[in-house]
């Protein structure tokens, strides 16, 4: 298995940007796919962005595509997604998580077999 730890949350104004981190430890941090997923009270968990374990595939949501980058550091089983031109609806706990499944790329919660505790981003407008 393969404990997460993120960072680098914290309070921004609108057009803002930001940078999270998720420290993997454990198990190989490279057999694992990768994702990050949000969630903002009262609303569930969604998808932000997946990478892949060798980082040649990546994919993002919507609302995100354009502003935010998903990349990956094997060498320091670490990944990263780099926040810019943050609105308030970006506003909410964010997730790392950690897939063993077959795929490159994972789009559902249900997917993930191991997550980070999360880390809160606030955009101020």
């Known amino acids: 298995q393969v404990q997460l730890v993120e960072s680098g949350g914290g309070l921004v104004q609108a057009g803002g940007s930001l940078s999270l981190s998720c420290v993997g430890s454990?198990?190989?941090?490279?057999?694992?796919?990768m994702g990050w997923f949000r969630q903002a009270p009262g609303k569930e968990r969604e998808f932000v962005a997946a990478i892949s374990r060798s980082a040649d595939s990546t994919d993002y949501a919507d609302s995100v595509k354009g502003r935010f980058t998903i990349s990956r550091d094997n060498a320091k089983a670490t990944m990263y997604l780099q926040m810019s031109s943050l609105k308030p609806e970006d506003t909410a706990v964010y997730f790392c998580?950690?897939?063993?499944?077959?795929?490159?790329?994972?789009?559902?919660?249900?997917?993930?077999?191991?997550w980070g505790q999360g880390t809160q981003v606030t955009v101020s407008s």
């Open positions: 454990g198990r190989t941090f490279s057999s694992y796919a």
């Open positions: 998580a950690a897939s063993s499944g077959l795929y490159n790329l994972y789009y559902r919660p249900i997917s993930y077999n191991y």
